[in-house]
């Protein structure tokens, strides 16, 4: 790989200093250059951040998993992330988003098993 590469990011320095570090490579060799920001940088930074945590906080529609289901269910970014997340971790299962009990009995019936005794043959 001859082409160089360019890396760029943001890093505070010891003393908490904003800097933009460009990392080039150019036929294996590495080079770094931090480029200081000044203060006005520094808050377009800071509102960049703000604006990545409200993408987090954003309302994503989920849809039903029941696959007959057409309705989605909203939860930000981040919920969504811990519900998978904590799900696996504390029970070490993928829970699956339904949009109403009726929907998860449906698909929980489906592939068998009756659910809270309220089984009918
Ligand atoms: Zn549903």
């Keep these: 790989m001859g082409a160089p590469q360019?890396?760029?990011?943001?890093?505070?320095?010891?003393?908490?200093k904003l800097y933009l570090v460009r990392r080039i490579s150019v036929g294996g060799k590495r080079k770094e250059?931090?480029?200081?920001?000044?203060?006005?940088?520094?808050?377009?930074?800071?509102?960049a951040m703000q604006i990545k945590k409200e993408v987090h906080d954003q309302i994503v529609q989920v849809p039903c998993t029941n696959p007959r289901c057409s309705n989605t269910i909203p939860m930000t970014k981040k919920q969504l992330e811990e519900f998978f997340i904590s799900?696996?971790?504390?029970?070490?299962?993928?829970?699956?988003?339904?949009?109403?009990?009726?929907?998860?009995?449906?698909?929980?019936?489906?592939?068998?098993?009756?659910?809270?005794?309220?089984?009918?043959?």
């Design 6 to 16: 360019e890396r760029a990011y943001f890093r505070y320095n010891r003393v908490g």
């Design 33 to 47: 250059q931090w480029i200081p920001l000044d203060p006005l940088d520094c808050d377009q930074f800071a509102k």
């Design 87 to 121: 799900s696996k971790k504390r029970y070490d299962l993928v829970i699956f988003p339904y949009c109403s009990i009726a929907c998860r009995d449906e698909m929980l019936a489906q592939h068998g098993g009756p659910i809270n005794g309220s089984h009918e043959s």
